[in-house]
């Protein structure tokens, strides 16, 4: 056994919380937990698909509050990158008004 960690792909969708939707501060968060993986990681929503790693992506989806997305990872540590996404969305992007 080599030990590496083989690749997937892992796609599920959340909804926005946040009063305010998903605007600067939130999306900085998100794309500050998307760059700590390894793998691809996208998010979707209606015919938009932006990289999770990009702010100027992030904020091109103007999510409002009760937007539903789906993200959608694939690499080494798919599964861990869209819990820990989903976990973060949950916890309303640890902003608390």
């Known amino acids: 056994m080599s030990g590496k960690k083989t690749s997937c792909k892992v796609k599920q969708s959340f909804i926005i919380s946040n009063e305010r939707g998903l ?4 999306s ?7 760059s700590s993986f390894k793998s691809s990681i996208y998010l979707i929503h209606q015919d938009l698909t932006i990289n999770a790693k990009s702010l100027l992506g992030v904020l091109m989806l103007a999510a409002a509050r009760g937007t ?7 690499g ?5 990158a869209v819990a820990s996404i989903i976990d973060l969305a ?6 608390h008004y």
Do not use: G, M, Q, Y
């Not at 900085?28 to 998307?34: R, S």
């Not at 080494?76 to 861990?80: G, V």
């Open 23 to 26: 605007h600067t501060r939130p």
């Open 28 to 34: 900085a968060e998100l794309v500050k937990c998307a």
């Open 68 to 74: 539903r997305l789906s993200i959608e990872a694939e």
């Open 76 to 80: 080494e540590d798919a599964e861990e």
């Open 90 to 95: 949950r916890n309303k992007f640890n902003i």
